[in-house]
């Protein structure tokens, strides 16, 4: 049977696309080696034409959820928030991400919380509560919920024995937070404490929170941890410093994660296959159900030639009017808890415009013709 199976990787080994593979990520390790150890998932896969998973319009909308995991201060905040729309018909994904910082007057708090809060209620209220805030602020609906640990992602890359990535610029990021040292005093005290604490520079005050990363332009071999570094960079100097260009850096890895997956020397060792299986299984959460396993994997090989868009919400600082934005960086106030926060630039909690924007993207699929203005 392995013999089979490594003849049916090899024959369809191209065939997911930058979207899937963060799919892959998230979930394939579990779906994949899962129907591995249950034999009659293949005879579905090969004969049962018919994808039945929960769909919208046609469309598989997915919610994947990437949180910094045990190691880091807030482990269960969502570092990472995606919707992906997948249409199986016009063989298309569409991507939209959503700012962390976003705020949700219902949680009264950033939607980054919504998993960690609903957690705290109940074991799997931390599904239940994200999806119901995504779908409030898109207006659009969420079959399936994904959350995946980033200690996970390094895991799975050092097992493969590193990634190599094109860095297509070099940069710096001197604000890159140290994992467990998130509220260090670095050593100050009493009024020096309190006055640090409230600077508006928290490198200057707190340096041992921070460290500095650099990446120098070209093929680079990246471990699990410098990967990491590489996709999550926030405070890069220059262009790098983007939500474009962090989306951009988070393909790249993507791919190459998917490239040394795929190859010869992976999928011809059943214990690192299995492993890697194990590491999957330990670092995601999801609504999916083990009797829909099988038409994941369909829906993976249907979706081999598929398009991918990506949307990418921008904010302006409420000085900025002349920048076209939905969303806006307002100052710090008591109604949102004194954070740095966003909002729509319609007001705190109208989410018209944005579920405006999303219908026409994703329904009338017209992004170029979508109004920003």
């Known amino acids: 049977m392995l013999t089979n199976l490594q003849a049916l990787l090899r024959k369809h080994k191209k065939a997911f696309i930058v979207f899937l593979i963060l799919i892959f990520f998230a979930v394939f390790g579990r779906l994949f080696f899962e129907a591995i150890r249950w034999s009659p998932v293949f005879v579905d896969f090969f004969f049962k034409r018919e994808i039945e998973l929960k769909k919208t319009d046609k469309r598989v909308n997915i919610l994947i959820l990437g949180i910094g995991g045990e190691r880091h201060d807030g482990p269960l905040l969502t570092d990472t928030i995606i919707y992906a729309a997948v249409d199986p018909i016009k063989l298309k994904t569409t991507l939209v991400s959503l700012p962390r910082d976003l705020w949700a007057p219902e949680l009264k708090a950033k939607i980054n919380t919504a998993y960690a809060y609903g957690e705290d209620k109940q074991k799997g209220g931390g599904i239940i509560l994200a999806k119901a805030v995504v779908e409030k602020i898109l207006g659009q609906p969420v079959n399936y919920v994904i959350r995946v640990d980033f200690r996970g992602f390094i895991q799975a890359i050092d097992l493969l024995g590193g990634i190599d990535v ?5 940069f710096d990021d001197y604000e890159y937070p140290i994992v467990g040292k998130e509220v260090d005093t670095c050593g100050f005290e009493g009024e020096e404490f309190e006055k640090r604490a409230t600077a508006s520079a928290q490198l200057e005050a707190f340096p041992c929170r921070y460290q500095h990363v650099s990446f120098e332009k070209g093929l680079q071999h990246m471990d699990g941890e410098t990967a990491l570094f ?9 262009d790098e410093g983007t939500d474009m260009a962090r989306s951009k850096r988070q393909e790249k890895v993507i791919t190459a994660f998917k490239e040394k997956v795929f190859s010869t020397g992976t999928l011809l060792n059943p214990m690192k296959v299995l492993s890697l299986y194990d590491t999957f299984q330990a670092s995601i959460d999801t609504d999916i159900q083990k009797s829909e396993y099988d038409d994941f994997l369909r829906l ?6 598929a398009k991918t868009e990506s949307i990418v919400f921008f904010y302006a600082t409420e000085n900025e009017k002349e920048i076209q934005t939905l969303l806006i960086n307002p100052k710090p106030s008591e109604e949102y808890n004194n954070q740095w926060v966003i909002i729509p630039r319609a007001g705190n ?9 999303a219908s026409c993207v994703l329904i009338k699929d017209l992004k170029d013709a979508c109004p920003i203005r």
Do not use: C, P, T, W
């Open 166 to 170: 094109d860095v297509e610029q070099s």
């Open 230 to 238: 590489f996709v999550r960079s926030r405070h890069a100097k220059g």
């Open 300 to 305: 993976f090989r249907k979706m081999q030639y």
């Open 349 to 357: 909690g109208n989410f018209s415009e944005i579920q405006n924007y």
